[in-house]
């Protein structure tokens, strides 16, 4: 239970998220191997936001990993029938990465009004 109450004030405070408490009544939460996108985490919360965790090592394989990334998620929400998409970043420094991160969720060629970005410091997953 405290793990997701854990997720729920991350996905409220440092995400932003609006949803009403009732939808955080279920949180599905679980790491998964890298394959085709480079999260290493999901969690669903109330059958109807999906969110991917990726921990970002470098700059390098940023623009492939993000768009693989906002692939991999759009089709699972809408295979799943979910409402909303979140992909969240988590980096040191993330002023440095915010702009280019951006730039490419701008020119992710499926991208919808039911997909996010959110690049926040590493440090906030310290306790998720």
Known sequence: ??????????????????????????????????????????????????????????????QEGLLAMLQTGKEERDARGLNRFRAVLAVETPHAVAPRANLYFSLFEGKDDRMHIHIVPLKDLKNL
């Open 1 to 62: 239970m405290k793990s997701q109450l854990r997720i729920k004030k991350f996905v409220q405070n440092v995400l932003g998220c609006t949803c009403p408490d009732k939808v955080f009544e279920q949180i599905e939460d679980r790491m998964v191997a890298p394959t085709s996108s480079p999260h290493s985490r999901s969690i669903t919360i109330g059958g109807r936001l999906l969110i991917y965790v990726w921990e970002v090592d470098g700059l390098m394989d940023l």
